[in-house]
């Protein structure tokens, strides 16, 4: 039998990390802006909530000139320049506040999910640094952020880093939990995170670098509880590949959802109804959990069946230049009920969805009752 999470004893620490070039204030809000509005930051001795822009909005500081900041951000946009960067003050913002017995949520769409998956691997291996530590973390994210699985000497390496330098995490109150997902992986300096939403994760560096990154862990994320992936069923961009969470022994929902990649991460605007079920599905896994403006919770998770039919966007034709794809889906995928009430409404949309999907996807209609 597995062990169920148990809520946290101390303050809860959420991290928001949006996509690229995505920010709050932008006019199009994300998913993650609007996860980042729902939650009540009015108690930092209970919870306290991180938001970092994405990869491409806001200059380098040492890019004084607007024309050195306009080529710096164009640079990250296409080729994926400053994930690092945003990891590791990810990383510094738990690192300043976490505490033992504090709990670590973090929640992320597009290269922002990647860097929300990234964040979870480091603090799988090497773990989380005590306080004083700051000016090793350059180090330990240059040797997390390879794109291959650690050497035995790495393993050693980490190991005499962790005992000099990370908080022991094995009495933790979600440590049993996520042990159990690989006893192997989750040592006595992982740190548990105890819920991570993510919405369309891409892998692609930038949309001009076709190579893909694949840092340690972030596709298996043992030290993780609990995991909602939402995923575009219509991205069709080649650069925009998923990344699917492997299977996981307990914790794992990832659904696929109508739309593109902006439909389910949130972005276009005025119409923004299929970025509403994918929010709603991320926050109601949690809701239980962290602080929640219900007043703000029922504006922008409001949800009803029409909103199953709303528009899928275009993203225009110059997208074709860089190539298309269809998403490749498992046999066992599972997709949202909203994409079974969308192929009611519209027995043409997607035809390659299979009698077995269907059958394992049904779901009675409480995707569209308010949880808050």
Same mark, same amino acid.
Request: with cysteine.
């Given at each position: ?10 303050? !809860? ?20 802006? =609007? /996860?980042?509005?729902?939650?009540? =930051?009015?108690? +930092? ?12 909005? /806001?200059? +380098? ?15 990250? =946009? ?30 992320? #769409? &597009?290269?922002?999910? @990647? ?10 291996? %090497?773990?989380?640094?005590? +306080? ?5 973390? +350059?180090?330990?994210?240059? =040797? ?10 790495? #393993?050693?390496?980490?190991?005499? *880093? ?11 109150? /979600? ?23 993510? $919405? ?6 930038? *949309? ?6 694949? $840092? ?5 994320? %043992? ?8 995923? &575009? ?6 650069? @925009? !590949? ?38 709603? $599905? ?54 949202? %009920? ?12 997607? %035809? ?21």
């Amino acid at each position: 039998m597995t062990e169920q999470p148990v809520p946290p004893k101390g303050k !809860r620490i959420v991290v928001c990390l949006d996509g690229t070039a995505n920010q709050i204030g932008a006019g199009n809000l994300t998913n993650v802006a =609007k /996860l980042f509005e729902l939650l009540d =930051k009015n108690d +930092p001795s209970t919870q306290l909530v991180y938001y970092d822009p994405g990869v491409g909005t /806001l200059a +380098p500081a040492a890019a004084h000139s607007a024309v050195r900041r306009s080529v710096s951000l164009l640079i990250e =946009k296409a080729f994926g320049a400053g994930l690092k960067d945003n990891v590791a003050q990810a990383y510094r913002y738990v690192m300043e506040h976490w505490r033992p017995g504090d709990a670590v949520y973090i929640f992320g #769409f &597009s290269r922002g999910a @990647y860097t929300a998956r990234a964040l979870a691997g480091m603090l799988l291996r %090497p773990g989380l640094m005590r +306080p004083g530590s700051e000016n090793l973390l +350059p180090y330990a994210v240059e =040797k997390y952020a390879i794109n291959r699985p650690f050497t035995q000497d790495e #393993f050693d390496r980490w190991a005499e *880093f962790a005992r000099a330098f990370c908080w022991r995490t094995d009495g933790e109150p /979600l440590f049993s939990v996520v042990r159990q997902n690989s006893p192997n992986q989750v040592w006595h300096y992982a740190v548990p995170v105890a819920y991570l939403g993510l $919405w369309d994760t891409v892998k692609a560096a930038g *949309f001009l670098r076709f190579g893909s990154l694949r $840092w340690p862990y972030t596709r298996s994320l %043992p030290n993780v509880a609990r995991i909602r992936h939402a995923v &575009s069923i219509d991205e069709r961009r080649r650069p @925009y !590949r998923e990344y699917l969470i492997q299977r996981h022994p307990q914790g794992l929902e990832e659904r696929w959802f109508p739309g593109v990649h902006a439909d389910v991460g949130g972005t276009f605007m005025p119409d923004h109804r299929l970025a509403a079920i994918a929010l709603k $599905w991320i926050v109601d896994g949690i809701t239980d959990e962290l602080a929640i403006d219900a007043t703000a919770y029922r504006r922008q998770c409001a949800v009803t069946e029409d909103f199953a039919y709303a528009p899928i966007h275009n993203n225009g034709k110059l997208w074709y230049l860089v190539g298309r794809r269809r998403r490749p889906m498992n046999p066992d995928a599972l997709v949202h %009920p909203s994409v079974l009430a969308r192929r009611r409404d519209n027995p043409g949309y997607l %035809p390659n969805l299979t009698d077995e999907q269907q059958r394992l996807s049904a779901d009675p209609k409480d995707w569209m009752s308010p949880a808050l």
